[in-house]
């Protein structure tokens, strides 16, 4: 190859990818973390928040499941050479390989869930679990005869700990003397996989006494809310809303709005309007909060349901100050 | 709620637990008493879970599961069988290639059929094996000590925890009264000697192959459609890996390894148990170290108790009958 066809082929190279990047401008991209894409959990809302910007601007958004650890860098780094914009990535987990490829790529925007990323092109969407799970609490400790009611929590890890810190509290609030038992399903992020084990840390509860039982353990969540349905008890799912899964026995879900973070941010970037920085959703925002439909309408009664609207309404006014555990590490209760 | 009912309840965890593993242990034992190790526990576990939900799913059938995940098994067996009998190709290799081949097959297909991303539907009523409860189970509850002992532990598992339990005496007689046993365990150790006597090596390793598929296909099944229900990606999340640490344990005997897999079972239900419980003098221990307990106490006693494991000899050699 001589000098001169050289650079025509390098030349032709970048004009190409000039091409392609032209095209796919200012298309989303939204990469699932570990549990995948229909966790019927997190993942799953980050989807449907996508699905429903393709399906009210008619735009498209491109997807992708990693299946390690390993592929988280370069997913991000594959989309945004590509020119796809927001990169959104939902989950804690990204944070380090955000950290790392963020700054490469100056003018494409990027979106990180639950966890913030410090740049000048990132926003970082945290909830506030904690009231969430407060109002479920509610509704757990209202609900169970025995005054036991359960938590499980994929491992001990902070963030899932504001679920549960969050939920303890609601739950003292209207029963000051119910004993919340909290059992982990394993000791790392295998756990979010292990439906079978999560079964059984369920069981485990269950033979205590409880009778409600509140899962933050993502796709094993599966076999949390399974367990309590086999015993005829009470599960109560999270981030999506769980109930139709075992109708008469998932009693609410801690609504985590991660479809309305990534229908924001894809918005946002449509309409130029995206901005970076840290966007806090809680009660107030609608960003969280207790899920009430067909499926749950039996097993909430109107008091019950007071109970939550008239502590929604105290949280949302600040009346009531759910702890945040991430804050100092300590539950209070 | 008395020691003695916490102690049953614990036990009974313990037995649910255990089951993947046993199956997984003694299928395990087969293929590596007649001379082939077998990475592919973990593998064959994954794909005949997902077999045996997908089948479940679709027909409405548990038994129908059942068989899909006996038969997903034997494919992948005979995958390794081939491999490392007849191209006398590298037993590890081949183990860790159907590992991965699994864990990217279930999902691809999963996604690929049901569009869940990899979940199969949720199973219920006969798509699942649900509790048998054992004659008298009800009646017998109330009295006290063998009651609740009937009642809570043995009765109320499901078939295949049953199968699991029987496996283990059946596999301890063929292997120790029976000529297919004596065979089986010479192929492992000298596989020359068992040819020059004019008994083909390659057939009883494959009959030890079809064994084990059957088991870890039980296994499979059981994670899947029984203790579960429905399939998710990675869902052995290493049980293979354990049944076959188990199996190193027992000494590649049936009876240590039903000993050795409830034990580790056992661990676990207890950890379970002890999260967050407050002790006498000591109060709230952290929960780290609660969870650490299953490990440390395999350590101490594969350290300090178990003493040697001396695999068969011929284990992971390919037999060559002439060089």
């Not at chain 1, 393709?54 to 958004?61: D, I, L, N, P």
């Not at chain 2, 059946?170 to 150790?189: C, D, N, P």
């Amino acid at each position: 190859m001589t000098f001169s066809t050289f650079t025509k082929a390098i030349a032709g190279g970048v004009a190409l990818s000039a091409i392609l990047t032209g095209a796919a401008l200012a298309d989303p991209a939204l990469i699932y973390d570990g549990g995948g894409k229909f966790d019927k959990s997190f993942n799953e809302s980050a989807y449907t928040g996508a699905e429903k910007y393709k399906a009210e601007t008619g735009g498209s958004y491109s997807d992708l499941e990693i299946t390690g650890d390993a592929q988280r860098e370069q997913a991000i780094r594959q989309f945004a050479t590509k020119g796809f914009s927001p990169i959104l990535v939902p989950g804690f987990s990204w944070a380090t390989a955000l950290q790392t490829v963020a700054p490469e790529f100056p003018d494409t925007n990027f979106v990180i869930i639950d966890s913030v990323v410090d740049l000048p092109n990132v926003r970082s969407v945290v909830f506030k679990e904690q009231e969430g799970s407060y109002l479920v609490g509610i509704l757990a400790a209202m609900k169970s005869e025995t005054g036991k009611i359960g938590v499980v929590p994929a491992f001990n890890f902070e963030l899932l700990e504001k679920f549960a810190c969050g939920y303890k509290e609601g739950a003292k609030s209207v029963n000051p003397d119910i004993e919340v038992l909290e059992t982990y399903v394993g000791a790392g992020f295998e756990a979010f996989n292990d439906p079978a084990k999560a079964a059984e840390v369920t069981r485990s509860q269950l033979d205590q006494g409880v009778d409600v039982v509140f899962q933050v353990a993502g796709g094993a969540g599966a076999g949390v809310l399974q367990a309590a349905a086999d015993a005829g008890k009470f599960g109560i799912g999270v981030d999506s809303n769980q109930n139709y899964l075992h109708p008469g026995n998932v009693l609410t879900s801690m609504l985590k709005r991660v479809d309305v973070a990534t229908y924001n941010a894809f918005m946002d970037e449509k309409n130029g309007t995206f901005t970076p920085g840290v966007v806090t959703l809680g009660l107030a925002e609608a960003g969280v909060g207790a899920a009430f439909d067909e499926f749950n309408a039996d097993l909430i009664t109107p008091e019950m349901k007071a109970a939550v609207e008239d502590a929604s309404a105290k949280i949302a006014s600040g009346e009531i100050v759910v702890h945040d555990f991430m804050s100092d590490k300590a539950c209070p209760v | 709620m008395g020691y003695y009912t916490d102690l049953i309840l614990i036990l009974d965890s313990t037995v649910r637990l255990a089951i993947p593993l046993i199956l997984a242990c003694l299928a395990g034992l087969y293929s590596e008493r007649a001379g082939i190790v077998d990475i592919g526990l973990e593998g064959k576990l994954l794909g005949s879970a997902f077999g045996a939900a997908a089948t479940a799913a679709v027909t409405g059938s548990a038994w129908m599961g059942l068989f899909a995940g006996v038969g997903v098994a034997l494919g992948m067996s005979a995958i390794h069988g081939i491999a490392s009998i007849n191209l006398k190709g590298n037993q590890t290799i081949s183990g860790v290639a159907l590992n991965f081949l699994a864990a990217g097959l279930t999902t691809f297909l999963g996604q690929s059929w049901f569009h869940r991303g990899g979940f199969t539907p949720q199973l219920s009523g006969d798509q699942r094996f649900g509790p048998i409860t054992l004659p008298f189970a009800p009646e017998l509850a109330n009295v006290p000590v063998i009651g609740g002992l009937y009642s809570e532990l043995i009765s109320g598992h499901n078939i295949l925890a049953y199968v699991a339990f029987i496996a283990v005496p059946v596999t301890a007689w063929v292997l120790f009264s029976t000529r297919f046993g004596l065979r089986l365990r010479a192929v492992g150790e000298n596989p020359k000697a068992l040819d020059t006597a004019g008994i083909s090596v390659t057939l009883l390793r494959y009959q030890a192959l079809i064994i084990t598929a059957v088991l870890v296909g039980i296994g499979g099944t059981y994670l899947s459609i029984a203790q579960s229900a429905g399939f998710n990606n990675n869902m052995s999340a290493g049980r293979g890996y354990i049944a076959l640490a188990a199996l190193i344990f027992a000494k590649w005997k049936p009876w240590p390894a039903l000993a050795t897999c409830l034990l580790f079972g056992f661990l676990d239900a207890l950890q379970f148990r002890l999260q967050g419980v407050q002790f006498p003098y000591i109060g709230e221990v952290p929960v780290q170290a609660i969870q650490v307990l299953p490990y440390l106490l395999t350590i101490i006693l594969l350290a300090g108790f178990i003493g040697r494991a001396v695999a068969p000899k011929a284990s992971g050699i390919p037999y060559t009958k002439e060089r």
